[in-house]
C-alpha cells in the first residue's frame, strides 16, 4: 500500500472531462513527477490531493486514510506554488514560520525552526526582506521553506520553478531534489518540462488528456516509451512508418530500406507499425560498426553545433534524420551535402504502434 | 585656445554632423513630450494655483487689503468650529458606511465569484453613479423619500408606516448622509475593487494548506494586506464628502451648517458677506484636503508594494 493512493480519479467541470479514471500509488519517501502537456489536468489532479478541489469520482488515500471528507487546512500536505505566493505582508521569517505560528507552537521554538529553515535554503542573511524584495528563486526558496517547516506528510509542487529563467532552475530543481533527499518527504511534482521530470524523480507519470499515459523511472520512460505520445513528448525523436515484413524475426521496412529489431515485433507482418530512433543511438558508419547493425543511406542538410554535440540533420528518401553525435577530439566531421551511411543498433529500433498523427522528428 | 572638441562640443566631422543633429532632435523630442502636457500646467495654473494663492493670501488680509490674523481668530467662533465638526462628522460617517457597503459589493463580485455579467454590470452602474450627485441626486431623493416623495407615500398608503414619525427626516443630518452614501458606495466598489482583484486566491489557499482557519488568514493575511488600500479608499471618500457642496445645498438649502456652503455664504452671500473669513475657512479645509490626499498617498504607496 503506497503512502498515497489515487483510486479511479475522474473531475468534471461541466461536461469536460479534465481528469479521468486515474490510479497512482506513491512509496513513502517517493519523488513522483506529473509530467504533460498544457491541460492535460496536473494541476486539477494536485488540487484534488491538497483538497482544493473534490474529484467527481474516485478516492484519495493518503497514509491509509480517505481524505475525501477532510478539509485542506487537515490534510496536512505542504504545497508550494507557480506563483510562490507568499504572503506580502511578511518578511521571509514571519512567512516560513507562519505554519508552526497558526498552530500555537511557542515563538522560541518557532524562531529556531526558522532558522534551521533559512539554514537550510540558504538564505540566512535574508530572513528580514519581504517577499518584494526577493527574487523570483529566493521566493520560492522561502514558499519551500514555508511548506516544509510544518513536517507535511508530502510535498506537492505545482510547476514550482517554471516562472524562473534557465540557470536558476536547474540550480534550484537540484536543491529541492536534495532537500527532498534529505527529509526523505514523499513528493509529487508537476511539470510540463520533460528534462525536469527526468532530471529529479524517482518516477515520472506521463498525462495526457486527464490519464496517466505511461509511469515509470526516467530511464525507463526514455528508453522505453510505451505509446508514440509519451515517445514524442519525450526527448529528440526520429519517427518514421514502417511496414513489418517478419514479425517473428523483428523486420521491418521504411522506404526502401530492411531495419532489424532486437525483438520480435508484436504486430502482424504486412501491418504499419512506426519505428522510434534516438538521435544519439545514430552514428556515421565506421569500421568499428556491428555487421548486424542496421544502415540507412542520406544526405547531410544541416549541422548544429551545440558544443558538446554536434547534431546532424541527415536526409533520408523524402523524410529527415536527426544524429547526435559527441563533439569528441577524434570526431571527424562531415560536410554539407556530403553522402553519409548513417548506422543504428538493432536494440536502438524502437517499434510503437502505427496509429496517431503522423511525425517526422523534433527537435 | 583649448580643443574645443575635448569638451564635448561635437567634431566637425561630417559623422559628427549627424550626431551632432541626432543629438539635438533627441532633445527636441524629448522636450516635446512636455509639451503634450502643457494645457494640463496651465490648466492647473490658471484654476489651482492662482485661486489657492489668492486665497491663502486673502486669509490673511482684511477688506482693506491689510494684514491680519483675525480671519483665522474667528474661525475659533462656536458656529464655524461646529460646522466643522458637522462637516468632519458627515464625512467621516458616510465614508465609513459608504465603505462599508462598497467593500461588500466589491467583495461579493470579485472574490464572490458571481458571473463576469454582474461585474460588469456593477462596474458600469458605479462608475455612473459616483458621478451621480449636485442637485439631480438631490431631487431624486427628494421625490423618492422627501415628505412626498415617492416611496414615503408608498409607505404610508400601503403598509400605513409614515416615515416622517419614526423620526426620519430627509433634511436632516442621517437624511443628508443618507443620500451622500448613494455616491459613496458607488464610489467605494471603483476605488477598492482593483485591490481585491490584487489578493492572489494562492494567498488563501497557502495559508489553507498550512492549516489556517478562514479567521486565520484574514486575521495574519488578507486584512492586513487589505488595510493600506482600505484606509486610502476611506479617506478618500472622507474628503468626496467633504467637498461636496450642491448636494447638501440643494437637498437643505443651508440648513445643516457644512463648511462648503458656509464658505459660499461669505464669499457670496448677501447676509454673512465677509470673503476674507470665507477665504480663511477655505484655507482651513485645503488643510485637510492636502492632509487627506498625503495619507491617501502614502496609504497606496504602502499598498501598491504589496499588491502588484
Ligand atoms: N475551475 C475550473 N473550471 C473549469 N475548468 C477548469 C477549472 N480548472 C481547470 N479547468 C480546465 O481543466 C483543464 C486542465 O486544467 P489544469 O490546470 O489541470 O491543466 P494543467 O495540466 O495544469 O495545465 P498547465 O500546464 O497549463 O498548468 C483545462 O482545460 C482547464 O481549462
Ligand atoms: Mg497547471
Redesign the pocket.
Known sequence: MGFIELEGIS?N??C?T??NELSLSVKKGEFVS?L????????????MIAGF?TPSKGSILINNVNVSNIPPARRKLGMVF?NYALFPNMTARKNIGFGLRISGIPRTETEKRVDEMLDLIHMTQFGDHYPHQLSGGQQQRVALARAIIVKPGALLL??PLSALDAKIRIQLRDDIRAIQQQLGITTIY?T?DQEEALSISDRVAV?RE?RIEQIGTPLNIYNRPATSYVASFIGTLNMFYGSVVDAEKGVVTVGESLLRTAESISVDSGKTVRVAIRPEALSLFNNETMSDANFLPGRIETIKFLGSTVRFIIKFEDKFISMDCFNTPQFKMPQKGEQVSVTFSREACQILPGDAIPFCYHE | MPDISAQGRPHTTDAGHISFFRLYAHRIRRQARWLGLAPFFIFLFAFMIIPASSLIVGSFQDNTGALTFDNFIHLLKPNIVSSYLITINLSATTAVLGGLGGLLIAYAISLGGLPQGIRSFVSTFSGVASNFAGVPLAFAFISTLGRAGFITVLLRSIFGIDLYDTGFNLYSFWGLSLTYIYFQIPLMVLIIQPALDGMKKEWREASENLGASAFQYWFHVGIPVLLPSLSAAVILLFGNAFGAYATAYALTGGLINLVPILIGAQIRGNVLHDPNLGYALAFGMIIIMTASIIAYLWLQRLSSRWIK
Request: proline share 0%.
Open positions: 473531475k467541470f461541466g469536460n479534465v481528469v506529473f504533460g502537456g498544457s491541460g492535460c489536468g496536473k494541476t486539477t489532479m494536485l488540487r478541489e507557480q505545482d510547476e508537476v510540463h498525462m486527464g
